[in-house]
């Protein structure tokens, strides 16, 4: 399910190539006929940029309906995380929720669930929320990142093939935020695309440390070779912000051994 990268005809038919990782607006509601008319049929929808034409920004729209459809996946709430720069906190989107609802999206997961507990659930590195309901009670939500959404499971999704070593990347991450003083601050305080980075090279460290984990996942050295130099050719700097956050994380669990 979503919009494929390449279809720019759909994406300018639902006006999405115009919807951007911009902090959420409350006052600016040209958001919500967009991922209206993107879920018409949907409850929930991932769009995925076309890079060719200079799209960055991934999007995980979701739509919560007073009334379910019983035609596809019908989201009664969406749990995920936020942060205040410092911690991260729990965020839930469901019908009793303060609207609008305009903030940080956290790295971490994002849980879909409907009436009857069935989960469909996305793992994200961080980004920007919005939701706000519209005249008919719908309440449309739209989370959005420059970095990839990945699915992970669920009665709708098709897992990613990465998914499993981001579930694994964000597991490490969550020991020194446990244990370590200071962790906790230094992830929150790290852009999402920065993190995604870091998540690259976890990747090819781990390939490069293991000959057999390397041989027997010819395709997670592609995606990682492919992923690596796409990146680094942005002239942003996060690879190398990467490398210094894992640097600095480094430092800390090492201060704690000592």
Known sequence: MGIPAGDLATRRRYGLETMTADPPSTSDNRWLEL??????????DLV?????????VS?????????????????E???????????????????????P??????????????RIGVHNEFLTFGGLVRAQPT??????????SPAPFLRSSGHSLEPDPVGAEAESFFARLKVPIDFVPGSESLISRTAPLVLYCAFIQTIRERL???????????????????????????????????????????????????
């Not at 995925?48 to 960055?56: A, E, F, L, S």
């Not at 999007?59 to 989201?75: C, S």
């Not at 700097?237 to 090492?254: C, H, I, K, M, V």
Request: net charge negative; charged share 20%; aromatic share 8%.
């Open 101 to 114: 609802v305009a903030g940080v999206l956290a790295w971490g997961s994002i849980l879909l669930t409907d």
């Open 135 to 144: 005249q008919d009670g719908t309440i449309l939500c739209d989370f959005s």
């Open 59 to 75: 999007h995980l729209l979701v739509a919560i309906r007073p009334t379910p459809t019983l035609e596809h996946f019908d989201p």
């Open 208 to 258: 490069a440390q293991s000959s057999g984990f390397r041989n027997a996942n010819h395709w997670l050295v592609e995606w990682s070779t492919h992923e690596a130099s796409r990146v680094q050719a942005a002239p942003d700097g996060n690879w190398d912000a990467a490398t210094e956050f894992r640097t600095q994380l480094s430092a800390l669990e090492a201060s704690a051994r000592d």
């Open 35 to 44: 991922a209206a008319t993107a879920l018409i049929k949907l409850g929930f």
């Open 77 to 99: 709430s969406i749990d995920y995380w936020t942060t205040d720069g410092a911690r991260g906190h729990a965020g839930r989107i469901d019908p009793d929720a303060r609207f």
């Open 48 to 56: 995925v940029p076309d890079r060719t034409h200079g799209n960055t």
